[in-house]
């Protein structure tokens, strides 16, 4: 959609938008649905970072025939995922296997008070967080990657956004599989010269509880099997 804002990326790959259509079927059973999110997560994050990322010679190392040759690093070095609790957890695994080196792995806890829809934070274990990042005794990453496999009405992405922002973080990348183009628009406008986000499918209307039209249902309650609790 050419009115969306320039730090707003939508994968157009076929397959992913294949996957995509099973994910959104109500007669998918949750054992797919997990498989479906983690190779979502797998096409979607190899664009992602492929634009997030550049390569740059390491140092000299020998293949088992004692051959020398030029290893690759990457940069940024630093980078941190932060899943949003609860379903952003189904895309810590693909994401995590992109990457040659295991990356510290950090959540935040957010949901929707179900009256006014804003974002509420329950749980918070980034590291340092109760101190200025100049006072802290831990780098910030250069990089931080935010999973959540939903975007509805963009109050819980864009409070993660500020939240990391004012963590110190120098970048965001947001991963996530549907979002909803108002509430896509409210998250990329948080913090539009830090942050990028990147979906697998953009829906244009949202019901009057914040659900995605048409969606795919709640995530981690299809997921977590907790449907109607």
Same mark, same amino acid.
């Given at each position: 959609? &050419? &009115?969306?804002?320039?730090?707003?990326?939508?994968?157009?790959?076929?397959?992913?938008?294949?996957?995509?259509?099973?994910?959104?079927?109500? &007669? /998918?059973?949750?054992?797919?649905?997990?498989?479906?999110?983690?190779?979502? $997560? !797998?096409?979607?994050?190899?664009?992602?970072?492929?634009?997030?990322? =550049? *390569? *740059?010679?390491?140092?000299?190392?020998?293949?088992?025939?004692?051959? #020398?040759?030029? $290893?690759?690093?990457?940069?940024? &070095?630093?980078? %941190? +995922?932060?899943?949003? +609790?609860?379903?952003?957890? *189904?895309?810590?695994?693909?994401?995590?296997?992109?990457?040659?080196? @295991? #990356?510290?792995?950090?959540?935040?806890?957010?949901?929707?008070?179900? %009256?006014?829809? !804003?974002?509420?934070?329950?749980?918070?274990? !980034? @590291?340092?967080?109760?101190? *200025? @990042?100049?006072?802290? /005794?831990?780098?910030?990453?250069? +990089?931080?990657?935010?999973?959540?496999?939903?975007?509805?009405?963009?109050? $819980?992405?864009?409070?993660?956004?500020? =939240?990391?922002?004012?963590?110190? /973080?120098?970048?965001?990348?947001?991963? %996530?599989?549907?979002?909803?183009?108002?509430?896509?628009?409210?998250?990329?406008?948080?913090?539009?010269?830090? $942050?990028?986000?990147?979906?697998?499918?953009?829906? =244009?209307?949202?019901?009057?509880?914040?659900?995605?039209?048409?969606?795919?249902?709640?995530?981690?309650?299809?997921?977590?099997?907790?449907?109607?609790?």
């Amino acid at each position: 959609m &050419s &009115s969306l804002p320039p730090n707003v990326h939508i994968s157009t790959h076929p397959c992913l938008q294949a996957k995509l259509s099973q994910l959104r079927s109500a &007669s /998918t059973a949750a054992r797919d649905v997990k498989t479906l999110i983690n190779e979502i $997560t !797998l096409i979607l994050g190899t664009e992602a970072l492929a634009s997030a990322l =550049t *390569s *740059s010679p390491g140092p000299e190392d020998k293949t088992p025939l004692n051959f #020398p040759y030029q $290893t690759t690093t990457l940069l940024p &070095s630093t980078i %941190s +995922l932060v899943p949003i +609790l609860r379903s952003g957890l *189904s895309m810590v695994d693909p994401l995590s296997s992109l990457l040659p080196s @295991p #990356p510290p792995i950090h959540h935040l806890g957010l949901f929707r008070e179900p %009256s006014t829809l !804003l974002p509420v934070e329950y749980y918070n274990n !980034l @590291p340092n967080h109760l101190t *200025s @990042p100049s006072s802290s /005794t831990e780098k910030t990453p250069d +990089l931080t990657i935010v999973l959540d496999p939903v975007i509805a009405t963009g109050g $819980t992405c864009a409070a993660a956004i500020q =939240t990391l922002k004012e963590w110190g /973080t120098k970048r965001i990348l947001v991963l %996530s599989i549907l979002g909803a183009k108002p509430g896509v628009e409210l998250a990329a406008n948080e913090w539009p010269e830090g $942050t990028e986000i990147w979906l697998a499918g953009l829906d =244009t209307e949202l019901t009057e509880r914040g659900m995605l039209k048409p969606g795919m249902g709640d995530v981690g309650d299809r997921l977590f099997l907790t449907i109607g609790k």
